[in-house]
């Protein structure tokens, strides 16, 4: 009979989960310290760690690829160099003043400007920290790659000037940079992934040419008047080493 059937496999289910139950109890009771109370893990006298409370979430979106540094550090790689489009969100532990300097790639052809053969792309970034940082015309823009010059596809040609020594360090002097241009939603056209993220009240931003200047650098400063950092250890480590 289909009832009787039903109701052996209702026992079986029962008594296995009851077997498990015990097992998971039985298993948490071992692996509880003596004396019930959690015990803290051992820490030196007088240091204090930064905790995850002291990070907050970045959130960029570029059109088509970037790299971020913060005080001179990389902290975010976009891991996809092209298609799809994509938003790169990581943890980031601020210190302020924070030097934010990022470089961003249009897809584009480094002999001809181009993409997809003869045709010109458009580039576009945008970012959000949890802090309330945003991209905005506040941001310095250089661009370091630029063509095709003159929108000529017949015969393109590209202008290029190498990387500022230290671009990205917090001493380096922006103040020859013009300012970073924004740009509407509606010119850049993001793909899905942008509206899954918080991204409200930053600004789309790139340099003055957002079709020909195709390999950029922008920069911004935030500054915390009276911050100062809860945690008092520095790291040992030296993340430009390899070895
Ligand atoms: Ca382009
Ligand atoms: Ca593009």
Redesign the pocket.
């Known amino acids: 009979m289909h009832n009787g059937r039903s109701g052996f496999s209702w026992q079986l289910v029962c008594a296995c989960a009851v077997a498990g139950l015990a097992c998971v109890m039985l298993g948490t009771a071992q692996q509880r310290p003596q004396g019930g109370g959690r015990r803290k893990p051992p820490q030196q006298d007088g240091i204090v760690k930064p905790t995850m409370k002291d990070t907050v979430r970045a959130s960029m979106y570029a059109?088509?690829w970037f790299v971020m540094y913060i005080n001179g550090r990389q902290v975010a790689v976009d891991s996809i160099d092209f298609l799809p489009h994509n938003v790169v969100s990581v943890d980031v532990l601020p210190e302020y003043p924070m030097t934010i300097a990022v470089l961003a790639k249009?897809?584009a052809d480094p002999a001809t400007g181009c993409e997809y053969g003869r045709s010109i792309?458009?580039?576009g970034f945008i970012l959000k920290f949890g802090d309330g940082t945003v991209t905005s015309a506040s941001w310095k823009a250089k661009s370091v790659m630029h063509g095709p010059i003159d929108r000529n596809t017949a015969d393109p040609k590209v202008r290029t000037e190498p990387l500022p020594d230290g671009w990205m360090r917090p001493a380096f002097d922006d103040s020859s940079w013009a300012n970073a241009v924004e740009y509407a939603q509606e010119r850049i056209q993001p793909k899905e992934p942008f509206f899954n993220h918080d991204f409200a009240g930053a600004k789309w931003i790139w340099t003055g040419d957002l079709d020909l200047d195709n390999t950029v650098i922008l920069r911004t400063r935030v500054d915390r008047p009276g911050w100062t950092r809860p945690w008092n250890t520095t790291p040992d480590i030296d993340t430009d080493q390899r070895q």
């Open positions: 059109d088509n249009d897809n792309g458009d580039g």
